[in-house]
């Protein structure tokens, strides 16, 4: 098991920028993981997955083009740039880590095996 947390949400305009992090509990390399977001009354959705070496990238066609997924395996940590925000990304975003999962499937859930609590991001008109 892996613990995470995740910071960097907040309030921002439409158009605007916000970086998220996430930050693991021990050595995470071992670990594909993911970006995922629940908006109210909204079933959660995928973001962004990146497998372990941070070679591939994969990203919701809602988002592609706008944010950026990476990973820092040294200090155990994973980012999402959001660029062009707009008032439909308002979310809880939470990061999430994969033992086992690859490929297309970081795109779904069960996939992953472990969740951080979430960080809200609200994006204003």
């Known amino acids: 098991q892996v613990q995470l947390v995740e910071s960097g949400g907040g309030l921002v305009q439409a158009g605007g920028s916000l970086r998220l992090s996430c930050a693991a509990s021990r050595t995470f390399s071992n670990y594909a993981m993911g970006w995922f977001r629940q908006a109210p009354g909204k079933e959660r959705e995928f973001v962004a997955a990146?497998?372990?070496?941070?070679?591939?990238?994969y990203y919701a066609d809602s988002v592609k083009g706008r944010f950026t997924i990476s990973r820092d395996n040294a200090k155990n940590t994973v980012a999402l740039q959001m660029n062009s925000l707009k008032p439909d990304d308002t979310a809880v975003y939470s990061c999430a880590a994969s033992l086992y999962g690859g490929g297309v499937a970081l795109k779904t859930s069960p996939t992953y095996d472990n969740w951080g609590q979430g960080t809200q991001v609200t994006v204003s008109s």
């Open positions: 990146i497998n372990r070496p941070g070679i591939s990238t």
